[in-house]
């Protein structure tokens, strides 16, 4: 049978052999943890605690009234050290609140719904609101408004992302396999809140187990294996893939019918609803070449990466990279003392040579940048573009449809800087808008 798909990307090497079988460990929490305000798309929180403070397990430490942001809650019970910035996985600092961990694990008063799915939709969304649930799968928007979508908006397909495309990752292949149910029970809570009339849960078909796990379950929800091709988890990629649906230029893609979250999105809201338990960990993977024992962890929000390395057994050699995310739209991280926040799906050591980039040399036109961009761009027009700080032009061959997915770059035989010089011009044209909307 055809699996299905979308226009071009690529086949990277998929490293993900030495985790894809290795059971989620619990990784027990660290004496200090580090929970930054700013963990998702949108305005950080503010903290609501003080040095000197003491707070229990699932105490709000952050919030704000902005529209699109997200609570934050504590990981752990203790007492707070610092309220100050901190490194973020972004590369610069943010506000964070230092916990030192008493060891207790005292939470806070917790509602349990046996069958939550008979709970009202306002009261499902609300819990998922006050859970401070975003994007589990990297994106960070939080999950409560992209679950609602304009009143008029029908939404006709809600899709579980269960593709986890990027190389070397394995946290949510682990999820479906071992919490099948639970991303069931969060698809048809998450269903029940947006008003979708059906079910799609896509796997790539590189993960049979994670397929029959939740086939197995799944009763009216379909589950659709999906080619084992990078981007495929890309929103509109994906969208395209199982309802053959076009999410317009620019556009969102309830303007397809459809609504789309990661699979880890779903096992969270469950925990949220069903047992009355926040967004305050997640499962990390933490691999690559360097790692002497690479596996899953369900790990607190907060922990710093070293923590993580180290219960992975420590570095064979000193890693050329680390990465937040896998290596085709990771970010580099600068410190080891850097936290989990809630969009870290995984830790990627490198060593020196996997890490070093080839020189580049001129284009030859050769145009397999244009067969595999996955947004039908013209990579090679859109960096000359922005080499040359032609921003109107990069706009006009819509360089902000880039979904930033690297394949360009990555298949360049001339190895040019593709993206970088695409991200440029992003940043150019939207401050552009910004510059003439105000
Ligand atoms: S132009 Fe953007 S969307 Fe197209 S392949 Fe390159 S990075 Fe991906
Ligand atoms: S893949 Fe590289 S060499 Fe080939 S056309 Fe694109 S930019 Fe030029």
Redesign the pocket.
Known sequence: MRVKTFFGGIHPKYEKETTAGSPIEILPAPETLVVSMDQHTGAPAAPVVAKGDTVKVGQVIGETSHGISAPIHSPVSGKVTAVEPRLHPCGSSRMAVVIENDGRDEWVERENHNDPVQLDRNTILQKIKDAGIVGMGGGGFPAAVKLSPPKNAVIDYLILNGSECEPYLTADHRVMVEYADDVILGAKLMAKVCGARKIIIAVEDNKPDAITALQERAGAIEIVPVATKYPQGGEKQLIKAVTGREVPSRGLPFQAGTIVHNVSTALAVTRAVRDGEPSIMRVVTVTGGVVNEPKNFLARIGTPFEYLFEAAGGFKEEPGKILVGGPMMGVTQISLDTPVVKTVTGLVALSKDDSSLPESIPCIKCAR?VD????Y?M?LR?EAFGMNEMWDEAAEYGAMD????????YICPSKRP??QY?RLAKREIAAANRRKSS
């Open positions: 940048c595999v961009c996955p947004a761009l990579p859109l880039c979904i930033e997915c690297g394949c360009c770059s593709l993206l695409i």
